[in-house]
């Protein structure tokens, strides 16, 4: 008997594969995780904020454009390696995308970036404005200048004749809509972030114009050129701009003028003669890209003239840094003194009574620090973290009575009170009141008045109560642009360029008028003479009559 055959088992159909025209699990749950990140982070900005201090506009714009790549490269590679879509198709959409990249970035480039860390393009090639202009030449003839005159309406320093960012007078109108600001004159200049100074109806800048850096003196009332001095020199960042950052100080007829590559120059007031100059980077041995590697943004402190000595960071190489260098004003850039060991931010030495002793205050890179007056020799210092190529400091220390110093900054620092205090011949620094909430100042300064603080936190104008640190409001978003501080008002000179008036009022925001004043990015502080705004950015100067 035979035994029978077993059927043949037939095969098992092929397994066909669903189509794939949505993405799969790993690539929806990246994609759907980088969206949802961006939506929450944006709405729920200002809580998650208060835990994180660091978390501002700018953190917040830069982490989203990662993840939005993030979720945009996802999505491509899995349409072109995973996806069902037509091979043609597919192809096609591989060589598009990064071609349609390649040819955007052969036509465009980013030539500047805002505080808020968003960049603006342009086509590339395309010359800069500072290129287009010429020489500073003279325009006002057989004018006698005289910068050795002072008259109450000087404005001869960067943020004013306290260097404090506020004003007594004169007295604003109350509002602009019935009586608007009147321009008197409107003209182009040269890069950079410089402002103005005034003494006796003329005001001084520095400005970049091609390769060459510039100090220049203008006619108040008109706006005409009536000198410039010039020197070979260039400073050009993608995110801090270009030229010269600092503003001149005016004493005694001269001009004291710190360039972006660390030239100081003293000139005559008078006819812009050059009287001398000193090389800080090449007293310290450094060549420019090294020296900007310290220091990304370039030189920013404006020079403190006082006591016949004009003071200035100095900086120097990692480790073998000092704080400040003084020099003679009058003897031909006879040294001083230098003082300190820390490496340079971009805030400027100011004069203070501390202890009932005269002395320089400075922030440096991470340290705020007093020092002898006569002999630069440091005193007393506190922290004060900071990094002057990443998160850097550029706010002024504001000096509020014999022991108490107020501190603010960004990038999640905030606002901090500190004593200062002599006991013996020994000092003594003690943290008050810290809130890393308040008064974030990324490039700006704040003003005093009364016994409240105003400062752009973050791009908003805020009032914070000095003894506590607590704000008592938070309103209006201007970027991150200047303020200065009149009467009892705040002139406040936005990052686009618009011009408003607030009220110094502690308990609610009333803005008392507004206009554009300015196009572009405006990062330059203001300068006030008499009732005449002078105000400039990286292209353009004007100046406003204030009702």
Known sequence: MTEAKP?????????????RYFPGKVASFIIVACLLTIVVTRVFQEVIARRMPMFDDAFLNLSTIILGFIASLTFFLWFVIRSSYPGLVRLLTFLAVPASIVIFLSFFEIVEVTGNML?????????????????VTAAVQE????????????????LGPNRNNYLPGPKLADDWKATPPKEIWRQKIGAGWSAFSVVNGYAVTMEQRGDDEWVTCYEVATG?????????????????????????TIHNGKVYALGATGVLRCLDGATGKLLWKDDLLKRYGLEQIPAEEIVMWGRANSPLVVDNLVIVPAGGPVGKSKSLIAFRADSAKEVAWEGG???????????ATLGGV???????????TGHDLKTGQELWSHEWPGKSNGPASSSQP??????????SKGYGSGAELISVKLAGDKWQVESQEQNQRVLKTKYTNITIIGQHAYGLSDGVLECVEVATLQPTWKRGRFGHGQILGVGDKILVLGEAGELALVAADPDTYRELGKIQALHGRTWNNLCLTGKLLLIRNSEEAAC???P
Do not use: M
């Not at 006698?144 to 960067?158: G, I, S």
């Not at 005269?358 to 705020?368: L, M, S």
């Open 398 to 407: 504001h000096v509020l009575n014999d022991n108490t110093i107020l501190l």
């Open 143 to 158: 004018t006698k200048l005289d910068l050795a005159t002072t008259t109450p309406d000087d404005f001869p320093q960067f």
């Open 119 to 135: 960049p603006t393009w342009a086509p590339r090639g395309a010359k800069k404005a500072d290129s287009t202009l010429g020489k």
């Open 7 to 19: 059927k043949p088992v037939p095969p098992a159909p092929p397994r066909i594969k669903p189509p």
């Open 544 to 546: 406003y009559e204030l």
């Open 224 to 248: 005409k050129p009536v000198w410039g001095h010039t020197i070979p020199a260039r400073h050009e960042n993608v995110l801090g701009g270009i030229g010269p950052r600092s503003t001149p």
């Open 358 to 368: 005269r002395q320089i205050v400075i922030v440096n890179e991470d340290t705020v």
């Open 341 to 351: 060991n820390r490496q340079i931010s971009y805030a400027s030495a100011s004069i």
